[in-house]
Each structure stands twice: as structure tokens, then as C-alpha cells.
Nanobody
């Protein structure tokens, strides 16, 4: 059973950067599709980025050029480097794993962009 634990959220000023981490346990990590989603107050959860087992990446439109998703299979960890953060990036960010029909979520980490 996959367990996901996020870290790295916090308060940052507009234009600043943060790096989120998500550590997976309990499974063969290198076979998992991994991703980041976010949910702002009053809005639906949306895809931020995902990364395939072989390292191919996909980003939501508003994140392209500012966010980078990477994975370290040895550490069973994915990262989300977020640069040039904007107030509209404020949300709870969730780590996600997929293996066939098995979908798992982390508990989320709050990112607040404010001056």
C-alpha cells in the first residue's frame, strides 16, 4: 500500500520560490506515475504537473515555465520546484500516485503566496 508524505510548503512573497517534496513508501516507486495537484479555497482540485515512470513530464497551462517536477527513484521522492510564485498559486498542494486503478493521495501541504 502506497503512502505519500508531502513537505516544503509555507509562506512566500510574490516572485519567490519554494520546493515541495513527496516521499513514497510501501511500493515499487519506479513504476508509479507521480504528480502534484492543488486546490485553492472554493475551487476544484487541478493538475499541476505529473511525471511518468521514465521521466516524461506534463504541466498545467498556468505552471509552464515556472514549475518543474522531478523524481529521484532511489529516494522514492518527487519534487516540485516552483519559481516566480504568484498570489494565485496559493493553495493546498497534494502529491498523487497512480498504478493502474490504484490512486493515492498525500495529506497536502499549504502554499501561501502573499506580501
Amino acid at each position: 500500500q502506497v503512502q505519500l508524505v508531502e513537505s516544503g510548503g509555507g509562506l512566500v512573497q510574490p516572485g519567490g520560490s519554494l520546493r515541495l517534496s513527496c516521499v513514497a513508501s510501501g511500493t515499487i516507486f519506479k513504476t508509479l506515475m507521480m504528480g502534484w495537484y492543488r486546490q485553492a479555497p472554493g475551487k476544484e482540485r487541478e493538475l499541476v504537473a505529473h511525471i511518468t515512470p521514465v521521466g516524461s513530464t506534463y504541466y498545467g497551462d498556468s505552471m509552464k515555465g515556472r514549475f518543474t517536477i522531478t523524481r529521484d527513484n532511489d529516494k522514492k521522492t518527487i519534487y516540485l520546484q516552483m519559481n516566480n510564485l504568484k498570489s494565485e498559486d496559493t493553495a493546498v498542494y497534494y502529491c498523487n500516485s497512480r498504478s493502474g486503478r490504484d490512486v493515492r493521495w498525500g495529506q497536502g501541504t499549504q502554499v501561501t503566496v502573499s506580501s
